[in-house]
């Protein structure tokens, strides 16, 4: 079974920097994309950025310049910098074996099929 286990969360202060941390296990697939997505209480799943088997980033416009998401080994992580009150939320890490054909890596919440539980970031 795939597992993904995020970790990382807390509060931070505007302007402040946090990692977020995704531990995968039992993912196996040759061709996947990995992503970061957020929701915020009464707004819908967005996604924040994306990482596919090729190297290729993508980030929600909301984020460019600020969050870096990378993976080594089995671990996905994302840092923030100089976050803002608007990034505040629960922050999930996804997974889906795919091939995208030179299409960035999808930032669509129902292309992933496998997710973890979540890790809440407060920021005040």
């Known amino acids: 079974d795939v597992q993904l286990v995020e970790s990382g969360g807390g509060s931070v202060q505007p302007g402040g920097s946090l990692r977020l941390s995704c531990q995968i296990s039992?993912?196996?697939?040759?061709?996947?994309?990995l992503a970061w997505f957020r929701q915020a209480p009464g707004k819908e799943r967005e996604g924040v950025a994306s990482?596919?088997?090729?190297?290729t980033v993508h980030y929600a416009d909301s984020v460019k310049g600020r969050f870096t998401i990378s993976k080594v080994k089995d671990t996905l992580s994302l840092q923030m910098n100089d976050v803002k009150p608007e990034d505040a939320g629960l922050y999930y890490c996804?997974?889906?074996?795919?091939?995208?054909?030179?299409?960035?890596?999808?930032?669509?919440?129902?292309?992933?099929?496998?997710w973890g539980q979540g890790t809440q970031v407060t920021v005040s």
């Open positions: 039992g993912f196996t697939y040759i061709n996947y994309s």
């Open positions: 990482n596919d088997s090729d190297g």
């Open positions: 996804a997974a889906e074996g795919a091939i995208y054909y030179g299409n960035p890596p999808p930032l669509e919440h129902y292309e992933y099929s496998n």
